[in-house]
Every structure is written in structure tokens, then in C-alpha cells.
């Protein structure tokens, strides 16, 4: 399914599937669907990616919005469009890659870290600014930046668990981000599906929760 921003307002949580197996793809993203995730990357440094995408895009078209992670060049970022991605994460910024975004009205998520790296990412025209290690700075940082740069969406990717969620969200937040820690190498090789599925579960949980005692 397409990028639906206010869909992402209200379950602001993206999925980081690294190294997924072709033959355990679908039951990867059939635990991350059952358990109500909504968004998903898949990164461009997995074997296939291109192909998985777009297998992934054709087969959870209703229930998934697919993109894809680990874009560093404009040339990665068409091909993974041409696959089907909807939206598109990079480890930092790439201008080529957010110009091309901005000319397709497509969803761009660089990392940054610093507030130098955070402001130029905010004016290439991301969507949101991925600050990535967050776990190496915690929740607090987040409310220091949150004074200079109220105006931008902040991910917080690194760390992330059910126990800090509220913490990252009250601290200024907009959306979380989880990968390795869920989504293991071990867990999907050896088709430990359930375990993704529980882990997701309380995820979406603690964010859900917080969101509904901030209305």
C-alpha cells in the first residue's frame, strides 16, 4: 500500500528487516502483519533485495507499506522505486537521493546525528530525520533538540524497547524504529515467526498506549 502520512501519525513504528532469507521472507512479514505493524523496510545491503521488494510489494499490497533501507546513491534509489518501494531510509544523507525523492513526492528518511547533520537533512526535504544511534544518547538527547528544532519529525532508531518507547515519545519523538533486535538474523533463518510476532505485539503496544494518553 501507498505512504499514507496520517496513518504513520497515528502507528508511527517502521520495521528494519536486514538480511532476510528469500525463503523465510513470508514469514517474516506475515508475523509483522499479524501483529499489526504497518510499515516496513527492507535494506538494500540484503542478498536480493530489489527482488524481495518487489515480491513483498506484489504479495502484502493491502496490508504492508513496503520501502526500502540502506539507500546511499540515486541509482539505488530508482531501482528500488522501479521495485516498488514507498518510501526510502538512508544511514545518512544523500542529496541526490532527496532530490530524486522530492521529484517523485516519495518519503525520504536520512540519518543524522548531530544538529548540523539534522538541519541539513530537514532542509534537503526529508520527511522525517532518522537519528540513528539513538540508544548511544537516549531519550534526553531528543528533548534537546526538540528546543532548537521543533519543527522537525525525529525517528529515534538504536535501542529502541517497549520500556523506553514513552520516554523517546514524551522526550519529542515522532516515530520509532526497530530492526536487529526483533528482527535477528537467527530469529528469521531458523523461522522463529512467533517470537517476532510477540516482540511486535508489545511494541506496538507501548506506542499505542502512550499515544492514547496523549489524546
Known sequence: MKFDPELFKREPVLGIVRGVPENSLEGVFNSAR??????????????????????????????????AGTV????????AVASGARFLVSPTLS???????????????????TPSEIE????????????????????????ELKGPFEDVPLM???????????????????AVAVGGSVFSQSRM?????????DDLKEILFAVKNFLNTME
Not at 541526490?96 to 540519518?111: D, E, M, S, T, W
Not at 534537503?124 to 540508544?135: D, E, N, R
Not at 533463518?189 to 510476532?197: D, F, P, Q, T
Open 34 to 67: 499479524d501483529a499489526g505493524l504497518k510499515f516496513l523496510e527492507i535494506t538494500l545491503n540484503t542478498d536480493h533485495a530489489f527482488r524481495l521488494i518487489e515480491s513483498a510489494v506484489k504479495k502484502y499490497e493491502g496490508s504492508l507499506c513496503i520501502g
Open 95 to 113: 542529496d541526490n537521493v532527496a532530490a530524486y525523492c522530492g521529484k517523485q513526492a516519495l518519503p525520504y528518511f536520512p540519518g543524522a546525528l
Open 156 to 174: 529515534a532508531v538504536g535501542g529502541v524497547t517497549p520500556e523506553n518507547i514513552p520516554a523517546y515519545f514524551s522526550s519529542g519523538a515522532s
Open 120 to 143: 541539513k537533512a530537514w532542509q534537503a526535504g526529508a520527511y522525517m530525520v532518522k537519528v540513528f544511534p539513538a540508544s548511544q544518547w537516549g531519550p534526553q538527547y531528543f528533548r
Open 72 to 79: 546511499r546513491n540515486r541509482e539505488q534509489a530508482e531501482q
Open 189 to 197: 533463518v531458523n523461522g522463529e515467526y512467533s517470537k517476532i510476532h
